[in-house]
């Protein structure tokens, strides 16, 4: 019986030091894994905040976009004024001058009593 006792406490003895053996080598891989799946967690919620950062300036980046080319347009439309203006196609809009002030008007169009204080 005594023999069969050591047999047994030997067996035993043996799975503890094999189960010890394994824990001592499944630990450090199973903090690992943790390790990697906290990292891997870090790395998208830290990618998230970039994408969002992005989608942000690209945003605002459109609209700029769309203001420049607002501003384009109305500088194109002040340069044509311009040019109206410089070859006297446009001095109906002058300033001060309103409009039947007869200033620009044919003769035929103004009141005969306008063009009758004039002659005299």
Do not use: K, N, W
Not at 19 to 40: Q, S
Not at 67 to 73: D, I
Not at 75 to 100: K, S, T, W, Y
């Amino acid at each position: 019986m005594f023999a069969l006792g050591v047999a047994s406490i030997v067996a035993l003895a043996i799975a503890v030091a094999v189960v010890g053996v394994l824990l001592i080598a499944v630990i450090p891989r199973m903090r690992g894994a943790r390790a990697e799946r906290r990292l891997r967690a870090r790395r998208e919620e830290v990618a998230g905040q970039h994408r969002a950062e992005a989608q942000d300036r690209e945003r605002r980046a459109e609209l700029a976009e769309t203001e420049a080319r607002r501003a384009r347009a109305e500088a194109e439309m002040h340069e044509q004024e311009a040019r109206l203006h410089d070859e006297g196609l446009a001095d109906e809009r002058l300033a001060g001058d309103e409009p039947g002030s007869g200033r620009f008007q044919r003769e035929a169009d103004r009141p005969a009593v306008e063009r009758d204080r004039e002659y005299r």
